[in-house]
């Protein structure tokens, strides 16, 4: 089980980000991790929520009660059948994450999500699409896309990472962890395309 401050500096990166869409961001020391293969453009594996026609959570990390993470019939278009269905609650948000390894130099990455909130009665709903950059075991926030609409919408942001070999970056999907959420926060077709 998560402590209830998880997402807080989720929710600081946020604020801190502005409306900015595009970051540069400053090398240091690496850390080996695993390979990347330059013939993949996406780098999110599975970011349909569906595996052989059934929905799955392959490739993702469930960081959560499982309790709190599910699937919804419910899909944007072209969505394929299912979406992720997290929980947006005070206490117990539903939350996943992936994560990969990024090619070494300068790298433009294109984070981009399709989302929506279900509001529990007398609650608002919300969530977060985040993306972090990580270097010799340091989680460090670049950008994020928040969901609060009703009806599926497409979030997209650009961002420019100056990388070394080992480096890598996680995609983290949350509900809202605020003292007033309640609901449901569909995810699908996340992707993380390697542009340049």
């Not at 090398?27 to 780098?43: A, E, G, I, Q």
């Not at 799955?56 to 269905?85: C, E, I, K, R």
Request: net charge negative.
């Amino acid at each position: 089980m998560r402590n209830p401050t998880t997402l807080i500096p989720a929710i600081c990166l946020l604020v801190s980000l502005g409306c900015s869409d595009s970051r540069e961001w400053p090398p240091s020391p690496p850390v080996p991790v695993r390979n990347y293969n330059l013939r993949t453009l996406d780098l999110v594996q599975n970011g349909s929520f569906e595996f052989n026609g059934h929905p799955s959570l392959q490739g993702w990390l469930v960081d959560s009660d499982t309790s709190n993470v599910s699937f919804s019939a419910d899909a944007p278009p072209h969505g394929g059948d299912y979406s992720l269905s997290l929980n947006c609650d005070w206490i117990y948000a539903g939350y996943v994450e992936s994560g990969m390894g990024v090619p070494a130099g300068k790298v433009i990455l294109r984070f981009s999500v399709w989302g929506k909130a279900i509001r529990g009665q007398g609650w608002e709903a919300g969530a977060f699409a985040l993306l972090y950059f990580k270097r010799g075991g340091i989680l460090s926030g670049i950008n994020g896309i928040f969901v609060t609409d009703s009806s599926w919408t497409f979030g997209s942001v650009t961002d420019t990472l100056n990388t070394l070999p080992g480096d890598s970056v996680v995609v983290a999907l949350a509900g809202d962890e605020g003292q007033f959420a309640g609901g449901r926060a569909l995810f699908d077709l996340c992707r993380l395309e390697v542009l340049r």
